[in-house]
């Protein structure tokens, strides 16, 4: 109950193209679903994140739509530049208690030229 | 923006000794920080989650004798691998929260990547 499925694993994408990648939870008690990027080497960095009250949130070229009843996610990328190549993780928590973020297993993402 | 740093951001160290990472939080204070090994390619596991003046909770099937965490202050943890081995050979990520914003975003420090030989 506490996985994250994240999909797809990898995906190709042409420059300005729209890449959309998918998450689905179990746990009905989260209520916090960010998205991370992550560049090899580094640490992720926090994309946007969303709550259940909503069912879509957009800032900048990133877009994540959220489906309550079906406990889906999924970030969209408008525009996609080849800057956007990198891994993005999905992830949910509780937004009391200890808060512990259950990861996503990653989409590795290339934007071609 | 809150700002989580890591020291060393690598560390190489020979079989059987010791090492410490270090996660600070460098402009807010985190009364809860995470610490997270990320192998090559694949997502983040949570190790442990530290307390500020209280002992770590780890998850099930991390050696809490292997892994030593100590989170002394509201702006620093540490986590000490013991009598490493080359499998313990991993990327290492911390996370801080801040106090004044329960529920809200984790920060995430650019990792230590510690290589045993």
């Known amino acids: 109950q506490q996985q994250v499925k994240q999909s797809p694993q990898s995906l190709i994408v042409q420059k300005g193209g729209i890449p959309i990648i998918n998450c689905a939870y179990e746990?009905?008690?989260?209520?916090?679903f960010p998205w991370y990027q992550q560049f090899p080497g580094k640490g992720p960095a926090l994309l946007i994140a969303?709550?259940?009250?909503?069912s879509e949130k957009k800032e900048g070229r990133f877009t994540i739509s959220f489906n309550k009843s079906a406990k889906q996610f999924s970030l969209h990328i408008m525009d996609s530049q080849p800057g956007d190549s990198a891994t993005y993780f999905c992830?949910?928590?509780?937004?009391?208690?200890?808060?512990?973020?259950?990861f996503g297993t990653g989409t590795r993402l290339l934007v071609s030229p | 923006g809150a700002v989580v740093s890591q020291h060393p951001s690598r560390v190489i160290c020979k079989s059987g000794t010791s090492v410490k990472i270090e996660c600070r939080s460098l402009?807010?204070?985190?009364?809860?920080m995470f610490w997270y090994r990320q192998f090559p390619k694949k997502s983040l596991m949570l190790m442990a989650t530290?307390?500020?003046?209280?002992?770590?909770?780890?998850e099930q099937g991390v050696e809490k004798d292997k892994f030593l965490i100590n989170h002394a202050s509201l702006t620093l943890s540490t986590l000490t691998v013991t009598s490493a081995h080359p499998e313990d050979s991993s990327f290492y990520i911390c996370?801080?929260?801040?106090?004044?914003?329960?529920?809200?975003?984790?920060?995430f420090g650019p990792g230590t990547r510690l290589t045993v030989t």
């Open positions: 996370s801080a929260l801040p106090a004044r914003e329960p529920g809200g975003e984790q920060y």
């Open positions: 992830a949910a928590s509780k937004s009391t208690g200890f808060q512990k973020l259950v």
């Open positions: 746990n009905t008690a989260f209520d916090y």
């Open positions: 530290s307390n500020e003046g209280s002992k770590a909770t780890y």
């Open positions: 402009d807010f204070q985190a009364t809860t």
């Open positions: 969303i709550r259940p009250d909503v």
